[in-house]
């Protein structure tokens, strides 16, 4: 995606702990790579992790998403990595970033902002047409991570309810995107913050 030399130069002063999920072509990547710049701050992706997983353990990244169907061990090892992130940041006090489908779970009251980006089938996968993933093989992917994560942590991927945020990015441009999000953590006050919803920790 372009637009407008996306990430902004826009600065934001802010110490809070975000969460960014979605699934492919949701503009997650984009959307981290501007609040980042904004905020001055870090982030960690969970297809970083699965790339430095695949690494460890000398297989390519189609291997390594070929035997998260055989064996639990793959995604627990990256959940439980992203979970110790979490846990480091949600207790620092300092601006962070976490991006994965189940980042906002995995922090749960850890964050400060749990956002979930979204979009069309149609659109996302106009967007992936230069990854190496198929749209078949993507659609295949999506249905089977789903499955797994009900199946080890009862987790129905498609529940939105305790996000603060959650944004169809099909219908403003990545700059939009960015500037709403923006302007929510630039706005946030905890004073008179009511309260997110709760959420209990995944057993991992």
Do not use: H
């Not at 207790?91 to 009251?109: D, M, T």
Request: aromatic share 8%.
């Amino acid at each position: 995606m372009t637009d407008d030399d996306v990430p902004t130069a826009r600065s934001v002063d802010s110490n809070l702990f975000i969460t960014v999920s979605g699934p492919p072509g949701c503009g997650a990547t984009t959307l981290c790579e501007g609040l980042s710049a904004a905020l001055d701050c870090g982030y960690v992706s969970g297809g970083d992790i699965f790339r430095d997983l695949a690494e460890e353990r000398d297989m390519s990244l189609s291997q390594l998403i070929a035997k998260t169907d055989e064996t639990d061990e793959i995604d627990r090892a990256l959940d439980r990595r992203l979970r110790t992130i979490a846990e480091k940041w949600g207790a620092s006090s300092k601006p962070f970033i976490l991006e994965s489908r189940l980042a906002g779970w995995i922090a749960g009251n850890r964050a400060d902002l749990r956002i979930w980006l979204d979009a069309p089938d149609e659109v996302r996968v106009d967007r992936t047409r230069d990854r190496e993933e198929m749209e078949a093989e993507m659609r295949v992917r999506e249905v089977s991570e789903a499955g797994r994560y009900k199946s080890y942590y009862d987790i129905d991927i498609s529940d939105q309810s305790f996000y603060d945020l959650s944004v169809n990015t099909a219908r403003w441009s990545p700059k939009a995107t960015l500037e709403m999000v923006l302007t929510a953590v630039e706005e946030y006050d905890p004073e008179v913050d009511e309260g997110a919803f709760a959420t209990e920790d995944v057993d991992l």
